[in-house]
């Protein structure tokens, strides 16, 4: 996070303008909206993962980390441990997490230097 910070403050005064408080950039980090998936064009071990869906159609990627972390196999958590940072930080936010599936995605977490 720290550098995510730094290289917005660059940013910021390279244009001239007062970059935001680290408040306001943690708050919009949960609110933003990140990127869905097509479910069609997902991995079948992942599609398996969202029995309670239709085939088709688009998953918001925090349910789709949810889903792969508690009810997936190796071949679906290793697919959600590959999802843009953001996506990972808002499903750690989740509700319903299962003991040993947050712990999966605790890991995955640390190692990619994600805090949740």
């Known amino acids: ?9 660059a940013f910021c005064k390279s244009r001239h303008l007062r970059p935001p408080a ?5 708050e919009w980090m949960e609110t ?15 599609r398996e993962t ?3 869906l239709p085939p088709t159609g688009e998953i918001p990627g925090p349910q ?3 889903h792969c972390f508690n009810l997936g196999n190796l071949g679906a958590m290793s697919f ?4 843009p940072w953001l996506t990972l ?11 040993g599936s947050r712990g999966a995605l605790a890991a995955v977490l640390t190692v990619r230097g994600i805090s949740s």
């Open 64 to 66: 789709l980390a949810f």
């Open 1 to 9: 996070m720290a550098a995510v910070l730094e290289r917005l403050r």
């Open 22 to 26: 680290r408040a306001t950039v943690y």
């Open 89 to 99: 930080h808002q499903a750690a936010r989740c509700r319903g997490w299962r003991r």
């Open 32 to 46: 933003v909206l990140v990127p869905g998936y097509l479910i069609e064009e997902l991995p079948a071990a992942v």
């Open 50 to 52: 969202l029995y309670n």
């Open 80 to 83: 959600a441990a590959g999802l």
